[in-house]
């Protein structure tokens, strides 16, 4: 674990706050759970229920988030590895959102992109899209490219869907 940033690995005394890997653990986020990989503490599995009301409720979609060795001075990488039909996240799973990349911040943490890609998921914007075509289809014809997503989500964010962790994402 050596070159971990303090605010990753310190172990904190009962009555200092815990570290963002402990919080992630034992505060978790509603809809999300997060685990640091055994090998790579760097690397966290994350799962990303679909919130209600949206395209996307009822599916579970994993994701990889990766500190790089700047973090917390340069963002997460974070990626989707189900398959997700969304104007803001393209075929490979990269995610178009601003804290990700332009209006990151070290005062920024973990929880706070993972809150920001739910609500991503809560709101598509298909006015700043990574996925042209998906964002077209968006603005075409809403209500169709709703129900392609509900379709995407029955299909590949399934629990019971042998898809739902497979690495191609996108259309």
């Known amino acids: 674990m050596a070159g971990l940033p303090r605010r990753i690995i310190k172990v904190h005394a009962s009555d200092t ?47 990889e988030l990766f500190l790089p060795e700047e973090y917390p001075m340069a963002a997460p990488k974070v990626r989707f590895m189900t398959r997700i039909y969304h104007p803001n996240v393209d075929r490979l799973g990269r995610i178009c959102l601003d804290i990700l990349k332009e209006k990151w911040s070290p005062a920024l943490q973990i929880r706070t992109v993972l809150l920001s890609i739910q609500a991503l998921l809560s709101a598509p ?47």
């Open 17 to 63: 706050p815990l570290n963002e890997t402990q919080r992630l653990l034992q505060e978790p986020v509603p809809g999300i759970t997060a685990t640091p990989d055994e090998g790579n503490a760097r690397y966290f599995h994350v799962y990303i229920g679909g919130p209600k009301d949206s395209p996307f409720e009822g599916g579970t979609f994993k994701l």
């Open 125 to 171: 914007n298909p006015d700043d899209p990574l996925a042209n075509d998906v964002a077209e289809q968006w603005k075409k014809s809403e209500s169709a490219a709703i129900e392609t997503a509900r379709a995407w989500t029955r299909m590949y964010a399934n629990c019971n869907n042998d898809h739902r962790h497979s690495s191609s994402t996108g259309v």
